[in-house]
């Protein structure tokens, strides 16, 4: 759904679960794909703290610049505090 150039902030409602108990967490993703533009990234990377700064409960950030990161779990996974922590991702296992 991320626009292959041009930047895109959203917010993620996460459900997974660790070691301990089950979590529901706000992840504040910033897309920034390599085909677009320096003025655009510039422009979501300056705005960026004031935007996180307007949502309470964020607890985790994460910037996504390719296409093969945003589909790979694991890069999420270890963002959340890797796979020794996370035991299942939006009910699955990993």
């Known amino acids: ?4 150039e041009d930047c ?4 993620y409602d996460c459900s997974w ?7 529901e967490d ?4 910033m897309w920034a794909p390599e085909h677009s533009t320096i003025k655009k990234k510039m422009k979501y990377a300056s705005s960026k703290q004031y ?10 950030e994460w910037q ?4 093969s990161d945003a589909k790979d779990s694991s890069v999420f996974i ?3 505090g ?7 991702l939006e009910g699955k296992e990993v």
């Open 51 to 60: 935007i996180k700064a307007k949502f309470q409960g964020l607890k985790f």
């Open 64 to 67: 996504v610049n390719d296409m």
């Open 8 to 11: 895109r902030y959203a917010l």
């Open 26 to 29: 706000l992840v504040f993703i």
């Open 82 to 88: 890797g796979r020794g922590v996370v035991k299942r």
């Open 78 to 80: 270890d963002k959340l």
């Open 17 to 23: 679960e660790s070691k301990d108990s089950p979590k």
């Open 1 to 4: 759904m991320m626009p292959t």
